[in-house]
């Protein structure tokens, strides 16, 4: 159960431990959670995910302040935060597991995450067509505690210098106004 004035994002733009450090670091993000969604069986494992046969994505789940930042201004960053133009892929991740997705909890998430992709491909933000999913959020399963906060406790691995890194220079770099100042 969430606060009142909070609400709820479920995303996946690949590798959790990548969108999680992402949306970690913006001003109004209450908490962060890596797990899964949109998938099969209940209670899934890791290691059964990454095999791919479970229909599972990778996502976040968000908890934030809409009078801080708004749902469009997070779907913007999570467009901008990865490749929504690969199809169960991002960089050397691939499974349907990494794909692309926006899980809207009520018609009216739903209506914005059509309206921001309608906005990209108006704006001719990327050269090939969008292909993130947008689908009812479904049961969200929180990843094993290992997973959570992955970026903050590892930041030397080669991962994260190689793949998360930039991802975050970029967050900085395009969204500097939106970033908490402790981080």
């Not at 890596?34 to 899934?44: A, V």
């Not at 599972?56 to 779907?75: G, K, M, R, T």
């Not at 909890?105 to 990209?120: F, N, P, S, T, W």
């Not at 210098?161 to 395009?174: A, G, S, T, V």
Request: net charge negative.
């Amino acid at each position: 159960m969430i606060e009142d004035n909070l609400a709820k994002a479920t995303l996946a733009g690949g590798c959790f431990w990548c969108t999680e450090a992402v949306f970690q670091r913006l001003e109004g993000v209450k908490k962060v959670t890596s797990g899964f969604t949109g998938g099969e069986i209940k209670n899934p494992a890791y290691r059964e995910i990454i095999t791919g046969r479970t229909g599972h994505a990778e996502a976040i789940e968000i908890i934030f302040d809409p009078n801080v930042i708004s749902y469009e201004e997070i779907l913007l960053v999570f467009f901008a935060t990865h490749d929504p133009t690969t199809l169960n892929r991002q960089q050397n991740d691939v499974g349907t597991q990494y794909r692309s997705g926006i899980f809207y909890h009520d018609e009216k998430q739903r209506q914005i995450a059509g309206e921001v992709i309608e906005l990209l491909v108006k704006q001719k933000t990327f050269k090939d067509p969008i292909v993130t999913e947008v689908t009812q959020a479904t049961p969200f399963y929180v990843a094993e505690k290992e997973h959570q906060d992955f970026y903050n406790h590892h930041r030397q691995q080669p991962y994260c210098q190689y793949i998360i890194d930039p991802k975050i220079n970029k967050l900085k770099r395009l969204f500097s106004d939106k970033l908490k100042q402790t981080n």
